[in-house]
Structure formats: structure tokens, C-alpha cells
């Protein structure tokens, strides 16, 4: 599956979401005698989060990498959690740099 891309607005700056959602692996044909196994239905996987800030051309924005690893029942809980997680992470440790001191 293609990388999930966000922008996120926040304060003075903007923000690039990228994460990658891993679809489950489909499940193999059974013989219609089989035992039925009982099992945890597949789920879609976010391994990691990669956050950038958009600034202008040819200067470097703050980059952060999270280490995510979490499983969801649907493609749509992957996409909207993972993206708010990210949004919260740009809130709480990616607000307005701090001024340098002199």
C-alpha cells in the first residue's frame, strides 16, 4: 500500500505526515472438510511515523521519526489514529522553537 500523507497546520508552521499502512496478508483457501480454527481476524499494521516540517526551499525543517508498531481492525482506524497520534506528537514536542539565547 501506498505512504499516507498528511499536512498539519500548527502554530506558526507546517507539518508532513508520512506513515505506511501494512494490509493484512490474505488468508489461504481451506478445504470445505477442515476443522474450523478459531483465530484473531487479520489486521492492518502502522510500523512508523515520519514527521517533517515544511519550510522553504533549500533550508532543512525539524524531521522526527516515531517507532509506531500498532495493529487495527480496519483501514480507516489505521489511517485516522496513527494520523492523530502524529498531530499530537507535532503539538506537544514539535511547537514553536525556542528562541536562541544570547
Known amino acids: 500500500m501506498p505512504i499516507e500523507m498528511l499536512n ?5 508552521g507546517t507539518f508532513r505526515i508520512q506513515f505506511e499502512i501494512i494490509p493484512p ?3 489461504a483457501p481451506r478445504p ?6 478459531y483465530s484473531p481476524p487479520p489486521k492492518f499494521r502502522v510500523n512508523s511515523i515520519k514527521i517533517t516540517e515544511v519550510v522553504e526551499e ?5 524531521k522526527k521519526s516515531l ?4 495493529d487495527f481492525e480496519s483501514l480507516a482506524q489505521a489511517r485516522s489514529q496513527a494520523g ?11 511547537g514553536s522553537p ?3 539565547v544570547t
Open 32 to 37: 470445505k472438510d477442515a476443522i474450523k480454527t
Open 84 to 94: 492523530e497520534y502524529a498531530k499530537r506528537i507535532v503539538r506537544e514536542q514539535m
Open 25 to 27: 496478508l490474505a488468508a
Open 58 to 62: 533549500g533550508s532543512e525543517g525539524r
Open 98 to 100: 525556542d528562541p536562541a
Open 67 to 70: 517507532q509506531y508498531g500498532r
Open 8 to 12: 498539519f497546520q500548527h502554530e506558526s
